[in-house]
């Protein structure tokens, strides 16, 4: 019975060493009892240096510090889970952020509901702050850029108002000068009834000369259809108009004219305005807003803008695609309806909670009907007069990031049950030479314990013999330039007892600091046995092959003597030797 405790302490203490994630537990003061060996690497020091050590050196600032305490004090004066997040900062001074789930161990038995210790996963989640923060910034960068284009064209609207207004006020002037035309600022003109021009004011005879033209050129102002205009006067045609307006360019200037005609006497009048600054202002606020469409438009990411009863307003073209509509054809429509297929808005819309406290909220939304999962933020928007409209709605497609999420898990599951398989060796080991977690196998091929290599007793250098240490140099510098070994190498390892272990090694790095790296160890002693044996046979063959050789070459040489023996004799050679035999 004491042996199955003994053997279930140790399988204990082995997942708990090569969980994932860091367990550690302190007392009140933030004292650390217990740490295992993945908490231990988050910080990049041994187990030994944490233990009866307070783990406040490990926070970079007094805000960090004070949050672990409140934190501390929380988790030990309650019975329920307990998180918060801090940044902590490991021996190389490198900052990285872990979320603390804490919960408190056995009560004191001394009258208080108070534990006397709290025990913690910490949790490395340096990546996801990272992607939130990138997010987060895509978010703020599209925001601004949607309320900077859109301020551009609230100033270009806001110029147009004035030159509506300022036009407005200039045709009142207009009107008040029109009996005096000689002292009007602005172009006037009279034609009689053949469309010759017989007068024109000071004001025509300046623009004239700004464009470079003589008073001959005054009939550059008239409207092109000026003779139909007359021929309806003169005809008295039901229907025509009293006056008209028209635009003519003259010299890169345009002017806006009104033409009147006055019976008494049978002439026309014509009052033209300088417009070109007012067209200018409209071409610009044209090009603002096209501009603004084409940048709405082209965004990958689904934009709404909503008004505070979920309506949509708008909607850019890769949100209109989601939704199998034209952008038009989504005006109007309640979100919840087009988006999610429901009658009222979910319990998670951002958007219900941006019309609630007029705040930006963010969530993560996973909705079938538009393909996937989606980070979601709603900015509150407000009107000319400051009073709340609604919220722009970005919904940013993460759903390959999940993917990939969901494949790294994967991928990390086959590679723990090839790493617990136990089918070749797996080390895990750092450029300091250290063997910083080895599997049953590894351990196994070298003869030892997994505490000898928790206690730092093994070092990849230590134990590869100093003729395969020029093995090793190439192996690191192939890993520094690509990252892998291409193909796996053969060295040999020192065992504990000093005895060798021939294997076949492979490694491949895991940081782009190139400190951190993973080889695969394969036992090539039964290989190397039978290649032994080969050779032998091969040596045995080739001493067979020589005998023999050498027999048949003798009694080749026998023969020729015989055979010189019966000539000397007069008798007819008894062996015949061929060229064969010679060779």
Same mark, same amino acid.
């Given at each position: ?46 187990? $030994? ?113 004035? *030159? ?41 005879? /300046? ?85 603004? *469409? ?122 723990? $049950? ?48 100093? *003729? ?21 190498? /053969? ?39 039978? /290649? ?43 062996? $015949? ?7």
């Amino acid at each position: 019975m004491l042996e199955e405790l003994e053997v279930s302490r140790t399988r204990y203490s082995e997942l708990y060493d090569s969980a994932p994630v860091g367990y550690m537990s302190f007392n009140r003061d933030g004292v650390i009892l217990t740490a295992n060996l993945t908490a231990a690497a988050m910080l990049g020091v041994s187990r $030994r240096h944490l233990l009866n050590k307070t783990f406040l050196p490990y926070m970079p600032d007094t805000a960090n510090r004070t949050l672990f305490s409140s934190h501390l004090r929380e988790a030990l004066g309650k019975q329920t889970l307990t998180s918060c997040e801090l940044v902590l900062k490991r021996k190389d001074g490198a900052n990285f952020h872990v979320r603390l789930e804490s919960s408190a161990g056995e009560t004191m038995d001394n009258g208080k509901e108070e534990a006397a210790e709290c025990r913690t996963a910490v949790i490395d989640i340096t990546d996801l702050v990272k992607r939130d923060l990138e997010l987060a910034g895509h978010r703020e960068h599209l925001e601004e850029l949607v309320i900077e284009k859109t301020a551009e064209l609230t100033r270009a609207n806001e110029l147009l108002k004035q *030159e509506i207004a300022v036009r407005k006020q200039a045709e009142k002037r207009e009107q008040h000068l029109a009996t005096f035309p000689l002292m009007n600022p602005s172009p006037v003109l009279e034609v009689d009834s053949s469309g010759k021009v017989i007068f024109f004011n000071p004001a025509t005879r /300046e623009v004239l000369r700004e464009a470079g033209l003589d008073e001959n050129n005054a009939g550059a102002f008239l409207p092109p259809d000026l003779n139909r205009l007359l021929d309806e006067v003169a005809k008295k045609k039901k229907n025509r108009k009293d006056w008209y307006d028209y635009e003519v360019e003259v010299k890169d200037r345009f002017f806006g004219a009104a033409v009147y005609f006055i019976p008494i006497p049978k002439l026309t009048r014509i009052y033209l305005r300088d417009i070109t600054k007012s067209r200018e202002a409209m071409a610009a606020l044209v090009r603002a807003k096209e501009e603004w *469409e084409r940048t709405f438009d082209s965004v990958p990411d689904l934009i709404s803008i909503l008004d505070n009863r979920h309506r949509i307003i708008r909607v850019n073209q890769a949100m209109a695609r989601k939704l199998g509509l034209k952008p038009a054809e989504c005006i109007g429509l309640p979100c919840y309806v087009s988006v999610h297929g429901l009658s009222s808005p979910p319990d998670f819309c951002p958007h219900s909670k941006t019309v609630a406290d007029q705040c930006q909220h963010i969530e993560e939304v996973h909705e079938e009907r538009l393909g996937g999962d989606f980070i979601v933020s709603t900015t509150p928007m407000y009107d000319d007069r400051g009073q709340f409209a609604g919220s722009v709605h970005v919904a940013h497609d993460i759903t390959e990031r999940k993917k990939a999420e969901e494949a790294l898990r994967k991928s990390e599951e086959r590679l723990r $049950r090839f790493y617990e398989a136990g089918l070749v060796g797996v080390i895990y080991w750092n450029m300091d030479g250290f063997i910083t977690d080895a599997n049953d196998k590894f351990l196994e091929m070298l003869g030892y314990t997994r505490q000898e290599m928790l206690s730092g007793g093994i070092d990849w250098v230590g134990i590869t013999p100093i *003729e395969h240490r020029q093995l090793d140099k190439r192996s690191v510098e192939e890993l520094m330039t690509t990252g892998v070994n291409a193909i796996p190498f /053969e060295k040999e390892y020192i065992r504990k007892d000093g005895s060798r272990i021939p294997v076949l090694v492979a490694g491949a790095m895991l940081d782009e600091a190139r400190n951190n790296g993973v080889a695969f160890v394969l036992d090539i002693t039964e290989r190397k046995k039978t /290649e032994e044996e080969i050779r032998r046979h091969i040596e045995e063959l080739e001493r067979f092959n020589r005998a023999a050789v050498g027999r048949e070459l003798r009694m080749i040489e026998l023969k020729k003597e015989i055979n010189e023996l019966r000539k000397k004799t007069g008798e007819k050679p008894l062996y $015949r030797i061929d060229f064969k035999e010679e060779a």
